[in-house]
């Protein structure tokens, strides 16, 4: 049931008696609810926020709406981490409801400055007449974790050209000064990045629009990033509008990133290459990067989509976030990997070889709902070959290799409850086996699958919705016969 606007625009402190513990043990009772990933203890789940590395440990926050699974009235919410695997809740972070930020405090991001952590947001508001103003307000997080909103926006109007539609810092310092990219919309409607300096993050100067060569490339950009690697500049943005092409921009929405000479930030140009989707699968969108301690690059994203409904909407809680990855570079494409330190959610061992000649094989010992699996799946000339997991007796969910289109394909057709149909039930991508191997890493939790192929080459990210009782793990060919090697972890 479709909420008003006036429940979807409460505070927590405006739900009802009752309401909110309610939800919370809604949300308790799914079956869908998660081992390992982020997730909310109800309401909405949607972009991560303020990822950093400050006093110790990792600090992620996402957007939560908690009275429902409808877009409404948004939060930070705040979890940290030592080891980016065990996260602890601790709890609202920025709470929306000021002057600046009536109707929501929106994406951003965070930096740390004189030993405090700086958080960069859009304050979202509505005018009686429902138009939107954003605003780009700062909070200031002290090192016991205390987090204060300064009282007046950092950048307090739109630029001209742009519409209102003007959201998600992401901040970064170079060079002695500040800056920060935000997602706008041209009056033409027409989706794009901005660009503002800062000597001291509170004093904001408008330095002009991001070049591209996407003059006309969906009708806004969302969560926009901006890092280099290896010399190398790539920014990080969420195109809205994006048509359909072939087996690309398949999603309502896409995420995606250009590589290219670093920005020139005097002139601001960047000279790119093409636009690429950062993950094949589902659901992915907003991703957000940060820089760990030792240099690498990290990333997550949410493991949703805006305007799409889930199973879980009915049982008071909607969305998590994907695992953080590693990013690196390679002949100009991003490759994602799991970050290592995921190897603390490793319990018990399974190891199988087998070949598999024409036929389906069910392999009872990698049965199980929340694992990490790696699987080196060896051809010779089979037509078709893959995996089907968290299989039963009418479901499962199938990756598999087509040798004739020289493409690798996600199918949750058969994955349970399903949604989202008029989007499509495949997902696929062009890949080449590297010496005859196809190597996928996957990370199944009780609703989703991340699926890492050839060390990270490409990566497929799908929510999924089985049955319990649908565990099942079987490996297949068609037309010839493969050899598989396969490691499982039982989740701890």
């Known amino acids: 049931m479709k909420m008003s606007r006036t429940q979807l625009y409460r505070r927590i402190d405006q739900a009802e008696k009752g309401e909110w513990e309610s939800l919370k043990q809604l949300a308790e009772r799914s079956p869908w609810r998660q081992k390992y990933h982020i997730q909310p203890v109800a309401g909405l789940l949607n972009d991560p926020n303020g990822f950093a590395f400050f006093e110790g440990e990792y600090h992620l926050f996402y957007q939560w709406f908690p009275l429902g699974t409808g877009h409404g009235m948004k939060y930070w919410y705040h979890t940290s981490s030592s080891d980016l695997v065990h996260w602890k809740n601790r709890g609202i972070g920025i709470a929306p409801g000021g002057p600046f930020d009536s109707h929501g405090a929106f994406s951003g991001s965070a930096i740390e400055k004189d030993g405090k952590l700086y958080l960069m947001y859009t304050g979202n508001t509505r005018s009686p007449d429902w138009i939107r103003h954003p605003f ?90 901006y890092f280099e690697l290896d010399g190398t500049g790539i920014l990080l943005f969420s195109p809205q509008g ?37 993950d094949r699968g589902f659901d992915f969108y907003a991703p957000q990067t940060t820089q760990a301690p030792d240099g690498r690059r990290l990333l997550t994203a ?34 994602q990997r799991p970050v290592r330190e995921l190897v603390k959610l490793r319990g018990c061992k399974t190891e199988v070889s087998t070949v598999v000649n024409n036929e389906s094989l069910s392999i009872v010992e990698l049965a199980g709902t929340a694992y990490e699996m790696l699987v080196h799946i060896r051809e010779t000339k089979a037509n078709r070959f893959g995996i089907e997991f968290r299989a039963g007796r009418h479901e499962r969910t199938v990756i598999y290799y087509d040798r004739a289109e020289g493409k690798l394909v996600l199918d949750r057709s058969l994955s349970g409850q399903s949604f989202a149909l008029e989007y499509g039930t495949e997902r696929r991508c062009p890949l080449q086996l590297r010496d005859g191997t196809l190597t996928l890493h996957l990370f199944v939790d009780i609703s989703s699958v991340e699926v890492f192929v050839n060390d990270g080459e490409e990566t497929f990210t799908a929510r999924i919705f089985p049955e319990r009782e649908s565990t099942g793990v079987n490996f297949f060919a068609e037309g010839g016969r493969v050899a598989i090697d396969a490691v499982k972890w039982d989740t701890q």
């Not at 209102?164 to 800056?179: A, C, L, N, Q």
């Not at 305007?307 to 990013?327: M, Q």
Request: proline fraction near 7%; charge should be negative; charged fraction near 25%.
């Open 136 to 225: 780009q307000c700062m909070a200031v997080m002290e090192p016991d974790g205390v987090i204060n909103k300064l009282e007046q926006p950092v950048i307090l109007k739109v630029p001209r050209g742009y519409t209102d539609h003007f959201r998600d810092p992401k901040v970064w310092m170079e060079g002695g000064s500040y800056y920060c990219v935000i997602g706008a919309q041209r009056l033409d409607n027409t989706g794009s990045v901005v660009l503002f300096r800062s000597p001291d993050l509170s004093q904001w100067h408008f330095e002009g629009e991001i070049g591209t060569n996407l003059k006309s490339f969906g009708f806004m950009w969302e969560c926009p990033d």
């Open 302 to 335: 949410w493991m949703g989509l805006p305007e799409i409904d889930y199973p879980t909407d009915d049982h008071g809680w909607a969305h998590c976030l994907t695992l953080p990855r590693e990013l690196s570079l390679k002949n100009g494409r991003l490759i």
């Open 242 to 278: 994006l048509s359909p092409q072939g087996d690309r921009c398949r999603n309502i929405y896409q995420s995606g990133y250009l590589t290219g000479r670093p920005i020139n930030l005097a002139d601001r140009e960047f000279h790119h290459g093409e636009f690429r989707e950062l």
